[in-house]
Nanobody
Framework: EVQLVESGGGLVQAGDSLRLSCAVFGFTFDDYAIGWFRQAPGKEREGVSCISHSNGTTDYTDSVKGRFTVSSDKAKNTAYLQMNSLKPEDTAVYYC???????????????????WGKGTLGTVSS
């Protein structure tokens, strides 16, 4: 059974950091890329970042470039999203997803999602 389980959300102040984890079950990073998404209250879900083991690439949406870093540990079947210099506008439920490799770039992640996690809430206070 395919599962993605996010963890690491919480309440922090502006300027602080959070590290999100995404543990995957039922597939490996040879099968799918891992995309990170977020959905703020009243807004649509948006792609944040994507990492692909097939070609060793990472991608970020413009609003998080230079602040967020995506990584993965193949041995642990776990992907990470390190979020630094957080802003109140980063407040959202963060999701990871299994993304088809060809969609893991240019902010097309959302169109290539095969499986979703249930999300973890990150709240940034001002």
């Amino acid at each position: 059974e395919v599962q993605l389980v996010e963890s690491g959300g919480g309440l922090v102040q502006a300027g602080d950091s959070l590290r999100l984890s995404c543990a995957v079950f039922g597939f490996t990073f040879d099968d799918y890329a891992i995309g990170w998404f977020r959905q703020a209250p009243g807004k649509e879900r948006e792609g944040v970042s994507c990492i692909s083991h097939s070609n060793g690439t990472t991608d970020y949406t413009d609003s998080v470039k230079g602040r967020f870093t995506v990584s993965s540990d193949k041995a642990k079947n776990t992907a990470y999203l390190q979020m630094n210099s957080l802003k109140p506008e980063d407040t959202a439920v963060y999701y990871c997803a299994a993304v088809s490799f060809s969609y893991c770039s240019g902010s097309y992640y959302l169109y290539g999602v095969n499986y979703w996690g249930k999300g973890t809430l990150g709240t940034v206070s001002s």
